[in-house]
């Protein structure tokens, strides 16, 4: 694998978030790997990459429940 750097991670985090994301929202953790291993920033079944760093830096993951309190799932948001 290439060498990524955490600062074109944390440019595609950003891109991510400015193209697809409302002021506030969040993204779907999946939809978010999906997107990241598209781009070649990321490599499925890899952990301590570039991209984590990148992800520790930028945003927080938060759980999305229904009307009930159940559990639907997890969403990155900026911090």
Known sequence: MK???VEWCENFIK???RKHVPEGGGIYTGCFWDMAERSGLWERGTYGTPMSQALENLTKV???HDDKGNFLYHV???A
């Open 62 to 64: 938060e759980a999305v």
């Open 15 to 17: 891109a991510v978030f």
């Open 76 to 78: 990155f948001k900026l």
């Open 3 to 5: 060498q990524i750097k």
